[in-house]
């Protein structure tokens, strides 16, 4: 291994670790003026039929969030928000998911959604398996599996596949069944399944700290994708936890 290799390794590693240090800085959101910090500032649109979000992120919230002409129009309908980030590179992800997000209403006071992402659901069908869904139609906001709108299933297969072989021990999974709408893990002790089930209806809280750090060793580059990967779903459902609560 070369030193370009270790460096990236440990940069990757340090950043995690001071994430986890600073896991208290989304604790205190919406403050009547932003701080010197990044992050996204997002509109929320209310009509009778839909609620619309449209996001941008910046590299300073209190610069753009009191200079940005645009933000402050006057509309009752409109609502603005603001959501600090620990890095610019997270609010450019949240803004690039979630802008233009639009949550069309029903009669029958469920959600559809119109975006390019799918909700995710988790269930356990059997007693010694767990389900995540895919769902991209019908959309009930209240439901306690209802993980929200975290990213593509294909990309979820992938890293999902990957995972297994770099968490550690007390999570991990006999095998992963695969389909179009789904993902099925099934699991051998039930310690194991409680352990991941739970980890994966928190994963916005997650810290990392399920993955094995011996596996950095034999596949850096696989290893340093899937947790990049899991980080960035941590901050899209922490973010969509705040957000759901807004347009309830």
């Known amino acids: 291994m070369n030193n370009t290799e270790f460096d990236i390794g440990q940069i990757v590693d340090e950043t995690f670790e001071l ?11 919406e ?16 009509s009778l039929y839909y609620t619309h979000l449209q996001c941008s992120e910046s590299s300073n919230l209190r610069v753009d969030f009191n200079n940005s002409s645009s933000w402050n129009e006057s509309d009752d309908d409109i609502e603005i928000h603001f959501w600090e ?6 609010a450019k992800t949240l803004a690039r998911k979630f802008n233009e997000f639009k949550l069309l209403k029903k009669t029958d006071h469920r959600y559809g959604f119109q975006n390019h992402s799918r909700f995710w659901y988790l269930d356990q069908p059997e007693p010694n398996r767990v389900r995540l ?3 991209n139609k019908i959309v009930n906001l209240n439901a306690p ?3 929200g709108p975290l990213g593509d299933a294909s990309l979820a297969k992938y890293y999902f596949s990957k995972l297994g072989k770099l968490i550690s021990h007390d999570m991990g999974y006999r095998k992963i069944l695969t389909n179009n709408k789904a993902l099925i893990f099934e ?3 039930s310690e194991n399944m409680s352990n991941f089930k739970d980890w994966l209806k928190d994963i916005s809280d997650s810290d990392l700290e399920i993955f094995n750090h011996e596996n950095y060793r034999t596949d850096q580059i696989n290893y340093l994708s899937t947790k990049t990967y899991f980080y960035e779903l941590s901050i899209i459902s922490k973010f969509w936890k705040h957000v ?4 309830r």
């Open 145 to 147: 599996t209802c993980l």
């Open 19 to 29: 994430n986890k240090k600073n896991n208290v800085f989304n604790s205190v959101q």
């Open 31 to 46: 403050e009547i003026i932003p701080k010197d910090v990044p992050g996204v500032i997002f509109k929320v649109r209310r």
């Open 85 to 90: 980030t620990r890095s610019f590179h997270d």
């Open 187 to 189: 699991f051998s002790d």
């Open 133 to 135: 869904l895919f769902e």
């Open 244 to 247: 759901s609560k807004l347009i």
